[in-house]
């Protein structure tokens, strides 16, 4: 740098302190100053005029590179550059609507439905769970090689809260559902018998009063509850004098000892979701009344791990309580204890589901930003001369490529913007459509973290499709470029190539997209056409518990149902009515236990066991659950008659195959008088265990009038719509007691229904990106084919005048959108066939490799490229030959 240079710059710096205009001005004056001293210094040397001026520039180096210098000195060059190329680029693309919108569109769909999807799993797999040191939060339970998961027996649970090492607190829950009298009508609450220290144990505590402690888990020391704030508001009215008060829940007292806060949370059935704490109405101690039987599991146990205690540790700790436990009661080997972080407990089921919809819209926006590229690709060739002209003026390569990437930015920004707004309507129609009991759904929202997320989609998507056509244009020759123009130019076989590859690879990501699509739509068909087991269509049902206050002994409770469901029966449109102590498909799995046959040496043990049910005599005919062999409950099924039950079809064929299973006699473990053996008088059709499985355990069935139950599950169906019959049946049971609540009406439709909502879920999104994809897929291809053909149209009206039909340049054209979408279909069935292995757990009856959705993708993808060729291809086939002869 010279001397002179060197002065202007500070005194330049100097005068920074004074504001920008004033600055400018002085700035200019004194540059001019000194260019005209230097031409009358030239000019007294013996220049003319004009060369003088030339030199004195010459040695100042440019009055323009100095000017940019000096203001440089605020270091705000690179942000006004920046400035500068957005106002540029905004210009250009206000310039190109068409372009712009066609872009912004696409772009705002892919982002959408990425911030979407990203908002979903966000809440449910990132978030923590909403419980203090859920990190350390694990789920305790048996399984055995018949029982992948099964509860905790309560005095198991006792000893392993006493005896462990590895846990700061354990608890446990289980459901205990109550009826509510005396404050306005009788209502069915939702409840749960927790242990001590519960709230404790996941970080709450109650808004007034106390939780449950020790002393409440005793015997004979009365009841006691926990309200839920809903209910202390909605019931009570907010009373605050609540705390001591009686209520009468199941007919018997219970005292009030605390409420807790509006944002409880409680891990729902199994810990298979997390309920907002205003769906639960209030939580009873959980009493262990009998401390020696071991044989019934009904408690899910939850254990905070003590610091730096390992899942593994903490379960090899309990498989040692539960040794000392077997030697000490002589109990049989059979279950095994197990330890599950509660956050892969809750979440796991889901977390497959989450990643196949995270993936399928990652591969929306590869398709968005390889189509946009694409277009930005033939864009670039229709400004190769623009960029030419820059570049012959001095532009530097990295200048042009920064401009043209800042317009990439712009584009993608735009798109992020709307994508956003498609975002928050989208996600609420996602949270609106999600399965009943989805995981954490209340945790999904838009939140800072989702447009973090959108931001920084939006940089690398505009980055990513903006990059290659970047490049192209800025590596672009000059001299061909201000030659650009020329008749028949495509803009150079580079370019060509590259646009056809971006179409392969489109075209590739939807077939991926498409193959996903229709395995679940083939499944989702299977699934639907397959056999349930029974018939929902008609069947209305309801819950109705009897309060054990009331109805203390087995003959009250039988007699109670047997007259309801006369009652019923006798109602106009009533085909048949029934009772059970459970509904399929309604998420209750049924207890079991080992058994003996009759003439075998086998002993109870979990090889041997079936799930256990009651029924009523019209359970089976009102749920349409057919007869295979023998007959159904009847009159001669009494209390002191011979016990009696029905198997289903796999516990007949499991345990006596090939023989008839009726007159066969078994005895269970914990039956009421194990002494006694039950004759199988029926066999009932199987009922699959899971809507989306064919599996189906053993299972049998008491009657009610030899094993009751105070909580059973009314099902009534009728000769036509069961709707009417809701009302009827809540009389039916107001006449025998006015004082008892009716439940959970569902029509068995609607549970069908929502047994195959989380497929119909996957289903309806993983379908709808893949026909946006495919659309994209076909703008894609119709762009290059498009734009290929404008470019040759002198070409193809050479090949006219030599002779060429319209059948053929036609065929030419079309030709080449088939050879595109087959190497596009082709790399699309490659990729899918390996990642089919993703979506082999949401898919029914149906291989990952089918043959049939294989194949009618690739025809589907072959069929949208002819659609997608044919207009340009007509166009070609409407060359003028005249119009290419005199271009000639």
């Known amino acids: 740098m010279s001397l002179r240079r060197r002065l202007y710059i500070l005194l330049h710096r100097a005068r920074s302190l004074f504001r920008r205009d004033t600055v400018e001005r002085d700035l200019d004056r004194e540059l001019d100053f000194h260019l005209h001293q230097q031409m009358e210094e030239n000019m007294e040397s013996g220049m003319d005029p004009q060369e003088a001026r030339a030199a004195a520039q010459r040695v100042l180096g440019g009055v323009a590179q100095i000017q940019e210098e000096c203001r440089d000195m605020r270091r705000t060059h690179h942000i006004e550059t920046l400035v500068s190329d957005i106002r ?25 439905a990425n911030s979407a999807i990203f908002s979903v799993v966000q809440g449910v797999l990132l978030k923590p769970l909403p419980f203090a040191n859920a990190g350390r939060l694990v789920r305790i339970y048996y399984n055995s090689d018949t029982q992948p998961k099964f509860p905790l027996n309560p005095n198991d649970f006792h000893d392993y809260r006493a005896r462990n090492r590895s846990f700061t607190s354990m608890a446990a829950i289980t459901r205990s559902d109550a009826q509510l009298a005396g404050a306005g009508e009788t209502v069915r609450l939702r409840a749960f018998s927790v242990t001590a220290g519960y709230f404790e144990l ?39 004098a609540i705390l001591g008060k009686t209520l009468t829940l199941d007919a018997q007292p219970v005292t009030v000892v605390g409420v807790m806060p509006p944002d409880t949370s409680h891990p729902g059935n199994n810990f298979h979701a997390v309920a907002d704490g205003d769906t639960v109405d209030l939580w009873f101690p959980f009493v262990f009344e009998d401390r020696q039987g071991r044989g019934s599991h009904y408690m899910d146990g939850l254990g905070l791990l003590k610091e730096g205690v390992t899942p593994a540790q903490a379960q090899a700790d309990l498989v040692s309580v539960l040794e000392g436990i077997r030697r000490e009661t002589g109990s049989e080997q059979g279950w095994r204890v197990h330890l599950i972080p509660l956050f892969q407990e809750m979440v796991g089921r889901t977390r497959r589901i989450l990643l196949v919809l995270f993936g399928a819209v990652g591969l929306l926006l590869l398709i968005a930003c390889v189509n946009a590229a694409n277009l930005l690709l033939a864009r670039s060739t229709a400004r190769a001369r623009e960029i030419a002209v820059r570049s012959a003026l001095g532009a530097a390569r990295g200048r042009i490529l920064r401009q043209l990437l800042t317009e990439s930015l712009v584009l993608a920004g735009a798109g992020a913007l709307l994508g956003t707004a498609l975002a928050h309507a989208g996600l609420r129609v996602i949270v609106a459509f999600l399965p009943a009991g989805f995981p954490r759904a209340a945790a999904i929202r838009l939140d800072t973290g989702v447009l973090l997320f959108t931001v920084i989609t939006a940089m690398l998507t505009g980055l990513l499709f903006g990059l290659a056509p970047a490049l192209s244009a800025a590596r672009a020759d000059v001299q061909q470029g201000l030659r650009e123009g020329a008749r028949g130019s495509t803009g150079g076989r580079r370019k060509a190539r590259l646009r056809d590859l971006l179409v392969v690879a489109e075209t590739g990501l939807a077939g991926v997209l498409l193959i996903a699509a229709g395995l679940l739509l083939h499944g989702f068909v299977n699934l639907l056409r397959s056999d349930p087991g029974f018939r929902p269509q008609q069947v ?36 048949a009515a029934g009772a059970g102590s459970d509904l399929p ?29 009651i029924a ?45 299973a009726i007159g066969k006699r078994i005895t269970f473990r914990g039956m009421p008088k194990e002494s006694d053996w039950m004759r199988i008088v029926g066999v009932v059709g199987d009922i699959r265990d899971d809507p989306g499985s064919n599996s189906v355990r053993p299972a049998f069935w008491l009657p009610l009038t030899q094993e009751t139950d105070r909580a059973l599950s009314v099902a009534v169906r009728a000769t036509s719509d069961p709707g009417p019959l809701t009302r009827q049946l809540r009389e039916a049971v107001a006449r025998l007691d006015p004082e008892l609540a009716v439940s959970d009406f569902r029509f068995m439709t609607r549970v069908a229904e929502e047994s195959v909502a989380t497929q119909r879920f996957v289903l309806f999104l993983v379908g709808l990106f893949a026909g946006i994809a495919l659309i994209l897929a076909a703008i894609g291809i119709y762009g290059v084919i498009s734009y290929s053909v404008s470019r040759r149209m002198p070409e193809f009206g050479m090949r006219m005048a030599l002779g060429a039909t319209r059948s053929d340049l036609m065929r030419l ?76």
């Open 88 to 112: 540029y680029a905004a210009r250009v693309l206000r310039r190109a609507p068409g372009f712009t919108i066609t872009i912004v569109l696409t772009l705002a769909i892919a982002i959408g």
């Open 202 to 240: 996941l970080g709450f505590r109650p808004a007034m009063g106390r939780e449950f402690t020790s002393d409440d888990e005793q015997t004979g020391r009365g009841r006691t509850a926990v309200l839920s704030d809903r209910l202390w508001r909605t019931r009570f009215h907010a009373d605050p």
């Open 540 to 575: 209305l049902t309801a819950s109705v518990v009897l309060p054990a206050k009331r109805y203390p002994k087995d003959e009250q409770r039988a007699r109670f149902y047997e007259q309801l469901m006369d009652h019923l029966e006798a109602l106009p449109g009533v085909k």
């Open 585 to 613: 498909w309604t998420g209750y799995d049924g207890n079991a236990d080992g058994f003996r046959v009759e003439g075998r040496r086998d002993s109870y043990s979990d090889h041997t066991t079936a799930r256990y049910h």
């Open 616 to 660: 009523t005599a019209h359970y089976f005919e009102a749920l349409g659950i057919p007869l295979r062999d023998g007959r159904f409950f009847d009159a001669r099924d009494t209390a002191k008659g011979p016990f009696v039950l029905i198997v289903n079809e796999t516990m007949a064929r499991r345990y006596w195959p090939g023989e008839t």
């Open 813 to 888: 054209i079309l030709g080449q959108s088939t050879r595109l979408s087959l190497a596009g279909a082709a790399a699309g069935l490659v990729c899918a066939a390996l990642s089919a292995q993703l979506l082999e757990s949401l898919l029914y009856e149906v291989r990952g490799l089918d043959p049939i959705t294989f194949g009618a993708v690739g025809a589907l993808i072959l069929v949208t490229a002819a659609a997608a060729a044919y207009q340009p291809a007509r166009r070609a086939a409407r060359a003028d030959p005249m119009t290419s002869l005199r271009a000639e």
